[in-house]
C-alpha cells in the first residue's frame, strides 16, 4: 500500500516536508515501479504543491487483517492519500481506516463489485473497472458461443465471490444456467477433487476466476485427467499474469480458452509510459495494474494540487473533478495541467490505462479487451469491448 503527507501536518522523520503517497502493497508487485516512475516524473516537474512527492511502501500481504494494520501505520504517518490495496479484501479493510481518518483511499487493481457500495463515505475510489462489467461481459460471450451450461471457480473473498454471483445474476438473465460455483481452498497440491465435482453438472464450459498459484494448479489437474471433456475456460483478469503462464508451462494452454482484462489503449500516454518504463527498468509493462497503478499517482497528485493544501476532505472531493469533464491532459502533460489548475481551469486527465472518468460511486468506466495464450504468449484477440 502506497502513501503523501501535509506540510501543514507534524512531521515524521521520513520528509517532514515533502506531500507523501502511501501504499499497502506486496512489495514483489510491479504495480509498484510503475508508481515510483510516476513520483519521479512528477517531482521531475515540480512536485505536488511546490514540495517533492513522497512514496512510501507497506506490505499488506493480501491479507485484509495486514492491510487494515498497513492502512493505520501510513495515516499515522499523516500521509494525503492511500494507494492500495492490491486485492479487495485487503482493500476494504483498509477502507475502514481511510473512512475514519478522513484519507483518501485509491485502488488501482482493487475489481470487486461490493467496492462501489461500501460504508466509505466517499472516500474510497478505483482507477480499474468494477467486476459488475467483467461478469456481463464474460456472460455475454458464453452466450455468443452458444454455451448454455457453464460452471465458475472461484477464490475465496470479495473478489471471488462477488464475480460469481455477478456472473450467475448475468448469465441466468441471458437465460443460461450456472450448473455450479465451486470456491476453492488456498494452497492446496491437487484440485481433482474440486473438478470431479464441477464436472457432476456436466458444463459446457468453466469460469475460472482466481490467483496464478491455485488457478494454474486447477488447469494441471484439467489437462492431466479431465482434457477429454473439451471443456470452454473462461479466464478472468487476475490471470492476465505471466506467472499463470510459466507455472501451467507454455505448451500447455492447447485447449479451448480466452480470457478478459482492462484494455490497454494505444494511445500516446500509453506509449508514453511504456518507453519510460522500458527506459526506467529494462524491461517491458505487461500487466494492466502497471497502467492503472503509475495513473492513480498522477490523479492523486492533481487533486491535492486542484485542493490547494493535502486535506483529506478537500481532495475528496477534487478527484472525481480533475479526472473529467475538462480540457484533456496526459501524464507527460502534468506541469501544464497544474498551471491550468491554478488559473481556476477545469482539467481531465486522460492516463495511461486511458479515460479515469471516475463516476459518483468512485469507480471507473473502461472497456475490456479479449486476450488468449499461444505459444507461451498472451496474444490479444479483441483490443476493445464495451460490456
Avoid at 76 to 101: K, M, P
Avoid at 258 to 265: D, L, M, Q, R, Y
Avoid at 331 to 356: H, K, M, W
Wanted: with cysteine; net charge negative; proline share 6%.
Amino acid at each position: 500500500m502506497l502513501a503523501a503527507e501535509t506540510p501543514q501536518r507534524t512531521p515524521s522523520a521520513l520528509a517532514p516536508s515533502s506531500p507523501r503517497l502511501g501504499r499497502p502493497h506486496r512489495p514483489v508487485s510491479r504495480s509498484l515501479e510503475a508508481a515510483t516512475l510516476a513520483v519521479e516524473e512528477i517531482n521531475a516537474t515540480g512536485g505536488v504543491l511546490g514540495r517533492p512527492l513522497e512514496l512510501i511502501n507497506r506490505d499488506d500481504r493480501n491479507d485484509p487483517d495486514r492491510g487494515r494494520a498497513a492502512a493505520q501505520a501510513l495515516v499515522e504517518l499523516q500521509v494525503s492519500v492511500i494507494i492500495g490495496a492490491l486485492t479487495s479484501e485487503a482493500t476494504l479493510a483498509a477502507s475502514e481506516v481511510s473512512r475514519d481518518a478522513q484519507v483518501v483511499l485509491l485502488s488501482s487493481s482493487s475489481t470487486a463489485s461490493v467496492l462501489t457500495t461500501a460504508a466509505d463515505n466517499g472516500y474510497l475510489f478505483r482507477t480499474c473497472p468494477s467486476d459488475i462489467l467483467q461478469s456481463r461481459l464474460v456472460a455475454q460471450r458464453a452466450m455468443a458461443k452458444s454455451f448454455r451450461r457453464v460452471a465458475v471457480i472461484h477464490v475465496p473473498g470479495a473478489y471471488g465471490t462477488g464475480f460469481a454471483s455477478a456472473f450467475e445474476a448475468d448469465f441466468t438473465a441471458l437465460g443460461g444456467t450456472v450448473t455450479g460455483r465451486a470456491e476453492y481452498v488456498e494452497g492446496q497440491t491437487s484440485y481433482m477433487d474440486l473438478l470431479t465435482e464441477v464436472y457432476t453438472g456436466n458444463p459446457e464450459a468453466i469460469v475460472l476466476a482466481g490467483y496464478p498459484v491455485e488457478a494454474s494448479q486447477i488447469i494441471r489437474d484439467y489437462l492431466s485427467s479431465f482434457l477429454v471433456r473439451g471443456t470452454f475456460w473462461f479466464f478472468t483478469d487476475a490471470l492476465e499474469d505471466p506467472e499463470f503462464i510459466t507455472a501451467v508451462g507454455a505448451s500447455g494452454f492447447t485447449f479451448a480458452h480466452e480470457g478478459t482484462g482492462p484494455a490497454a489503449t494505444n494511445t500516446a500516454p500509453y506509449r508514453a509510459f511504456q518507453t519510460a518504463y522500458r527506459n526506467k527498468y529494462g524491461k517491458e509493462s505487461i500487466l494492466p495494474i502497471d497502467t492503472t497503478a503509475y495513473d492513480a499517482v498522477y490523479l492523486a497528485a492533481l487533486a491535492l494540487e486542484a485542493a490547494g493544501q493535502p486535506e483529506g476532505s478537500s481532495v475528496r472531493e477534487h478527484l472525481t473533478a480533475v479526472s473529467r469533464d475538462g480540457t484533456p491532459y496526459g501524464p507527460t502533460e502534468y506541469r501544464q495541467a497544474v498551471e491550468a489548475l491554478r488559473a481556476g481551469q477545469d482539467i481531465n486527465f486522460e492516463g495511461a490505462s486511458g479515460p479515469v472518468d471516475l463516476d459518483a460511486n468512485g469507480d471507473v468506466v473502461s472497456p475490456y479487451h479479449v486476450w488468449r495464450i499461444s505459444g507461451g504468449r498472451l496474444e490479444i484477440l479483441e483490443p476493445s469491448v464495451n460490456p
